[in-house]
């Protein structure tokens, strides 16, 4: 089993940028593929990010793709998002998760652990 920690999120400007990280214990990110997901008051749970148990995949929703970079350390055991070109809509909270199974995968229930997210907020 792992336990995953998100942390980095915060107050940031339209337009600028923040980078999530997401720290696992228990077991080796290299036995896992990550996702990141994000929910925003009143909205389901929305894919943005996975990348495969190497690393060496990645994966994006049409909405990120370009503004966000997944990566993974798994030296260090966390997974990261670079989040640039900021928008209020990526307003919300930010959750990583992890998968046994391999494969892409943009869904919620595909995914085994789940960290206790961390909030990103993006004026205008």
């Known amino acids: 089993q792992v336990q995953l920690v998100e942390s980095g999120g915060g107050l940031v400007q339209a337009g600028g940028s923040l980078r999530l990280s997401c720290a696992a214990s228990?077991?080796?990110?290299?036995?896992?593929?990550m996702g990141w997901f994000r929910q925003a008051p009143g909205k389901e749970r929305e894919f943005v990010a996975l990348?495969?148990?190497?690393?060496?995949?990645?994966y994006y929703a049409d909405s990120v793709k370009g503004r966000f970079t997944i990566s993974k350390d798994n030296s260090k055991n966390t997974v990261y998002l670079q989040m640039n070109s900021l928008k209020p809509e990526d307003t919300a909270v930010y959750y990583c998760?992890?998968?046994?199974?391999?494969?892409?995968?943009?869904?919620?229930?595909?995914?085994?652990?789940w960290g206790q997210g961390t909030q990103v907020t993006v004026s205008s």
């Open positions: 998760a992890a998968r046994v199974n391999r494969g892409i995968a943009t869904m919620r229930h595909e995914y085994d652990y």
């Open positions: 228990g077991r080796t990110l290299s036995s896992y593929g």
């Open positions: 990348i495969s148990r190497s690393g060496a995949s990645a």
